[in-house]
């Protein structure tokens, strides 16, 4: 099975998009296919066995459009000729305009009693008129020469698209009026605006070609935030080789290259520090606005930018394979995939313009049948084909998607998946592992409690726990050793050290044989009293962890060493549970440590002491598990609940994947963020609340597309069919329905860009419109 991205050209609308998913389905071998008309891509698996590039373009043109993206030399011709093509529809739609203008004038002077030549006046030389009429539309015509190329071409497949709509609606109404003018020579008295439709054949083009113009201008600006991501990086890169030092494209820079980068220059690539102290701004990758200290060892990504210090690193990464091309790739990825939102779209704009095609022929039929005039019932039926354009439905759900996850993607927030964004929604659990998660995932000195204090101070304790731990590899030492750096204390010497698995060490330190450990190794060592042990087990019930310092007999005192809270958590579940969302920790900890944790965090639940295996089990039961939601209803039980897992280790895989929507930390593994469908790029909880509330408004403005598009059709079409003509109202005129059309198109995208004016989650009152 091959999974590929390829670029679709020629679609105007969501029916081209139909017909080219349609063809590409039809391929034996081909899995699933799903063409965006938003993005201009098509997402193809298939089997490579039975499907190749070849087949795929040759069903790709038999449908009427053309393959792009094969390869880079594609994309970039492609890119070339959309520069192209935009700057030749703008030309055009301007020489359209220079000809409709004095063409509608013209037309419609006389019945607004404006001035016109007598010359080319109906009254005094009908026949003139109408020759000037027909010679101004005629370039306009061809100028909108691609809605009758490539309108009849697709009406021909017998997959017609909105250029057909418009094609045969202008063509009836041109080729009606041209024979009328025929018909004058010989005596006909039909009035202009009776029976020559020449200035609403060249207006409707000119109205649809603007909007066009408008649809493309505005599309362009949905990939903005990809496109200010890509232009992040250097275009070249200072490298030291054998010596010397060479400037040289970036995308000339290997693997295993040292990188020279000086103050206040981007990063070209990733790596690791060889040589130089510095400080980073990560922002522009993490949205972590205080620089970052890098040293030896440390590692660094392409497109940050460089503090006061000269850096030289080894790139680790380059190409596809930094971290700024994965973000790329994911929030691409995400904004070609489809929500499930969009199935009711996608499945009646295959239906939409046969319909509608039928709609127009009843309606002119009826009208005749009726005693109507062909010049009333051609208008109804021109009307219909004009107004009737799938291009909002079409668009109303993928350009939401793409403005949506762009705007996360400059946030931090990266969504693998539309129906990640979809699902989140309608989150009404949320799980949460605590180390490193809740937590800071790094364990500090909390407390250093001092049993005699007229003998030991709290320094001279944490001196000695410090020394002795000095050799030791338990992450506990680097707590004791951390707190003992920061209070700027001088350990003493230690003359020998043994380390006692499972319970802890003994060392012989500035004379003193020091015991340092758990609370067992206190009682097999030495005196335990009861008091004593109270002590400790009061820190254990806080959720810390108790490390006793000891010399041969008595016990000096507690070093209490936690896994602190992150600042933002508290205030994250509040605002979760105050939006009516069911919080959950799922710990492998003891129970004790976990319910310590949960208490200050302020959990709804805790589920301690799980096994990874067990992990994702746990996940299964609280999709089914029975309880009262006030999100639902106040006080009624939802038998099934969707549920999200916020996760960072290799621990949190399986649930991540088990759960509806898996949230990875990026500070995480690898495996937890390959199991996750969403990824926060920074290790800050607020993301969370960012990325529901992001959720929720990326899936109301979908809706209000949606909304949009299926009222515009469904009061439309009657409309335009002459409805309100029974009821003595007026006859819709092709030319508005022309512009309501190119309107309708241009206000959905304009919606979907609202999204741009999103703000991340930031106080505790954040969460309030999630309501």
Not at 567 to 582: N, P, R
């Amino acid at each position: 099975m091959k999974k590929e991205v390829v670029g679709i050209g020629g679609m105007t609308c969501a029916a081209c998009s139909a017909a080219v998913e349609k063809a590409l389905k039809k391929l034996p071998g081909m899995m699933a296919a799903h063409v965006n008309l938003a993005t201009e891509k098509a997402i193809l698996e298939y089997d490579e066995s039975l499907v190749d590039t070849a087949k795929v373009r040759k069903a790709v043109e038999h449908a009427g459009y053309s393959l792009i993206g094969v390869s880079v030399e594609e994309e970039e011709a492609e890119k070339l000729r959309k520069e192209k093509a935009y700057r030749g529809q703008r030309l055009r739609l301007i020489l359209a305009v220079a000809f409709t203008v004095p063409l509608l004038y013209i037309a419609m002077a006389p019945m607004l009693g404006l001035p016109v030549p007598s010359a080319i006046t109906i009254h005094h030389a009908p026949l003139t008129n109408a020759i000037v009429q027909f010679a101004l539309c005629l370039p306009v015509m061809f100028f909108g020469y691609t809605f009758f190329t490539k309108g009849f071409a697709n009406l021909f497949r017998l997959n017609p698209n909105m250029d057909s709509l418009v094609a045969v609606g202008t063509s009836a109404s041109f080729l009606f009026s041209v024979w009328n003018l025929l018909l004058i020579p010989q005596g006909g008295h039909l009035m202009v605006h009776e029976g020559l439709y020449f200035e609403g054949t060249a207006t409707i083009i000119t109205l649809v070609m603007f909007g066009k113009f408008l649809e493309i201008r505005s599309k362009g600006r949905t990939g903005e935030a990809v496109k200010a991501l890509l232009s992040l990086t250097p275009p070249t890169a200072t490298v030291v080789r054998n010596g010397i030092y060479y400037v040289i494209s970036v995308d000339e820079v290997n693997v295993g290259d040292i990188i020279l980068v000086k103050p206040g220059e981007r990063l070209p690539v990733d790596g690791v520090v060889t040589d130089g102290v510095s400080s980073i701004d990560e922002s522009m990758l993490t949205g972590e606005s205080l620089p970052v200290e890098k040293a030896v060892g440390s590692l660094v990504y392409g497109v940050t930018i460089n503090g006061t210090g000269a850096l030289h690193y080894r790139a680790t990464k380059v190409g596809a394979d930094t971290a700024l091309s994965q973000i790329v790739r994911m929030v691409r990825d995400a904004q070609g995939s489809r929500a499930p939102i969009a199935r009711l779209a996608d499945t009646v704009s295959g239906y939409f313009v046969p319909v509608v095609m039928g709609i127009a022929l009843i309606t002119f039929l009826l009208w005749l049948a009726t005693g109507h005039e062909l010049s009333f019932a051609l208008t109804t039926a021109v009307s219909i084909l004009v107004i009737a354009c799938p291009c909002a439905l079409g668009l109303a759900t993928p350009i939401a998607i793409m403005v949506g996850t762009g705007k996360g993607a400059t946030y931090g927030i990266l969504f693998r998946q539309a129906a990640a964004l979809e699902m989140l929604r309608k989150v009404d659990t949320i799980v949460f592992d605590k180390t490193g998660t809740l937590t800071r995932g790094k364990p500090q000195v909390t407390d250093v409690l001092v049993l005699d204090e007229k003998k030991y101070s709290s320094n001279r304790v944490l001196a000695l726990g410090a020394a002795a731990e000095l050799r030791s590899e338990h992450p506990l030492a680097l707590a004791i050793l951390e707190k003992a750096e920061e209070n700027k204390l001088t350990l003493p010497d230690v003359a020998s050290f043994e380390a006692i698995p499972g319970k802890g060490i003994v060392a012989s330190v500035d004379s003193l044989s020091l015991r340092l450990g758990n609370a067992r190794f206190m009682e097999e060592t030495g005196d335990f009293p009861d008091e004593i042990r109270e002590k400790g087990d009061a820190f254990s019930r806080d959720g810390k962890t108790p490390l006793y310092v000891a010399d041969e007999k008595t016990v000096l005192g507690i070093i209490a060493v936690a896994d602190m809270l992150k600042d933002e958590s508290v205030g994250v579940v509040h605002d979760l549970k105050k939006a009516g969302i069911h919080t959950v920790m799922l710990t492998g900890d003891n129970e004790t440590t976990a319910k310590a944790v949960a208490a200050q965090v302020g959990v709804d639940e805790v589920i301690a002491g799980v096994l990874p295996s067990r992990k994702a089990e746990e996940i299964t039961r609280l999709m089914a598990f029975e309880r009262p939601v006030t999100r639902k209803g106040e006080g009624k039980a939802v038998a099934t609940h969707t549920v999200a897992m916020v996760g960072d280790g290799i621990n949190d895989a399986p649930a991540l994947a088990k759960a509806h929507v898996g949230i990875a930390i990026g500070t995480g593994t690898d495996v937890a963020i390959e199991s996750a469908d969403v990824v926060l790029v920074r290790s800050d909880m607020r993301d969370v609340l960012t990325a529901v509330r992001l959720s929720h408004a990326t899936m109301r403005n979908i809706k209000e597309n949606l909304f949009w598009a299926f009222f515009y059709n469904i009061l439309g079409i009657p409309v335009a069919a002459g409805l309100l003509t029974l009821f003595g109202g007026p006859l819709l005129n092709p030319m508005l329905a022309a512009l309501a059309m190119s309107l309708s198109s241009v206000s959905v995208v304009t919606n979907a860009l609202r999204l741009n004016r999103f703000k991340p989650a930031k106080g505790s009152k954040a969460f309030a419109t999630v309501k």
